[in-house]
């Protein structure tokens, strides 16, 4: 099993920027796509933006789209979320998951069944 381990999540006033990181434990040619998830307080998991590791294809919810970006460091095995103009409505735990899932099926949706493995999350706080 590869795991991905979260990092980088903080408190910031809204406007603000953070920097997620997500590594998995070891390189592994199973990984073909990964996600970032969150689930704010009191509501469900939801997806946040997808990568495929093969095309280079992303999909993000449509309320990050323009605010939100993703980018995979093959070399550092690391995949980040790079989260500007900061609103207090993305305040949640935010999870990294890794899947096996190949091209178009990658980017087809962010459904969290997909996903086999998950990290334990980070937390981002933004406040008004």
Partial sequence: QVRPV???GGSVQAGGSLRLSCTASRPSADIKCLGWFRQPP???REGVA???L???STLYAGSVRGR???AHDNAKNTLYLEMNSLKPEDTAMYYCATSGLRGGYCTRGMIAGDFNFWGQGT???VSS
């Fill in 42 to 44: 009191g509501k469900e």
């Fill in 68 to 70: 939100f970006t993703l």
């Fill in 6 to 8: 979260e990092s980088g």
């Fill in 54 to 56: 093969e095309s280079g």
């Fill in 50 to 52: 997808v990568i495929s």
């Fill in 123 to 125: 937390q981002v706080t």
